[in-house]
């Protein structure tokens, strides 16, 4: 399969992002590195699944529009300080996740060890500290964040994924929202089977006592 990333891939991505609700309205951001180290970037106010490889923007490492018209997206220097932490990461995909970000908002660690997709595609995510979406703060604590990990999740925002191109960073993306998915419908199952348990032994000791 050929990997090389192009807009035309990028805008299928922003589809399948809406589609797969990891997304709404004009949520989330995408970006590829090209060869030459100008990177491709999705514009700030069009919805994800309505992308035109027109729409999208080229800029340089230092954020300025090389190509294109219209605003970046407001999280540009969360994709460029992400780029200069980690020279290997050729793509970067900025989500809602709706499943995976719940689990940041009840404060618990992520388990993506919980099933092989998770521990083996994924690896450890953690989880970076809340700072408000657009800031540079966001920009720089996402980029320690994904020094050693390729997936974080942001405290009440969303999440990042890297790869070493859009496809991947795409299916971390999907693959931490299907995690995030299990995880809540295990403790859900856990959770009801607890309260069974509980009511099976009140009605055998109430049984005891009625005899």
Same mark, same amino acid.
């Given at each position: 399969?050929?990997?090389?990333?192009?807009?035309?891939?990028?805008?299928?991505?922003?589809?399948?992002?809406?589609?797969? @609700? *990891?997304?709404?309205?004009?949520?989330?951001?995408?970006?590829? $590195?090209?060869?030459? !180290?100008?990177? &491709?970037?999705?514009p700030?106010?069009?919805?994800k699944?309505?992308?035109?490889?027109?729409?999208?923007l080229?800029?340089?490492?230092?954020g300025?529009?090389?190509?294109?018209?219209?605003?970046a997206?407001?999280?540009?220097?969360?994709?460029?300080?992400?780029?200069?932490?980690?020279?290997?990461?050729k793509?970067?995909?900025?989500?809602?996740?709706?499943?995976?970000?719940?689990?940041?908002?009840? @404060? *618990?660690?992520?388990?993506?060890?919980?099933?092989?997709?998770? $521990?083996d595609?994924? !690896?450890?995510? &953690?989880?970076?500290?809340?700072?408000?979406?657009g800031?540079?703060?966001?920009?720089?604590?996402?980029?320690q964040?994904?020094?050693?990990?390729?997936?974080?999740?942001?405290a009440?925002?969303?999440?990042?994924?890297?790869?070493?191109?859009?496809?991947?960073?795409?299916?971390?993306?999907?693959?931490?929202?299907?995690?995030?998915?299990i995880?809540?419908?295990?403790?859900?199952?856990?959770?009801?089977?607890?309260?069974?348990?509980e009511?099976?032994?009140?009605?055998?000791?109430a049984?005891?006592?009625?005899?």
């Amino acid at each position: 399969m050929d990997t090389k990333d192009t807009k035309k891939q990028l805008c299928r991505i922003g589809r399948k992002m809406k589609e797969g @609700g *990891l997304v709404v309205a004009c949520d989330g951001n995408i970006s590829y $590195r090209r060869d030459d !180290g100008l990177i &491709v970037i999705t514009p700030s106010g069009v919805p994800k699944g309505e992308l035109r490889p027109s729409d999208l923007l080229v800029i340089d490492s230092k954020g300025q529009i090389v190509k294109g018209k219209g605003k970046a997206s407001s999280e540009t220097s969360l994709h460029l300080e992400i780029y200069k932490a980690r020279p290997d990461v050729k793509a970067i995909v900025h989500c809602h996740p709706v499943t995976a970000t719940a689990v940041s908002v009840a @404060g *618990l660690e992520f388990p993506s060890q919980i099933v092989t997709e998770g $521990r083996d595609f994924l !690896g450890p995510v &953690v989880t970076v500290p809340f700072a408000e979406p657009g800031s540079m703060d966001l920009a720089i604590k996402c980029a320690q964040g994904l020094q050693k990990v390729n997936v974080i999740l942001m405290a009440s925002h969303g999440a990042c994924a890297v790869g070493s191109n859009l496809n991947e960073a795409f299916y971390r993306m999907e693959t931490l929202e299907s995690v995030a998915k299990i995880y809540r419908n295990a403790m859900t199952f856990h959770a009801a089977y607890e309260v069974m348990h509980e009511e099976e032994q009140v009605h055998s000791l109430a049984d005891v006592f009625t005899l």
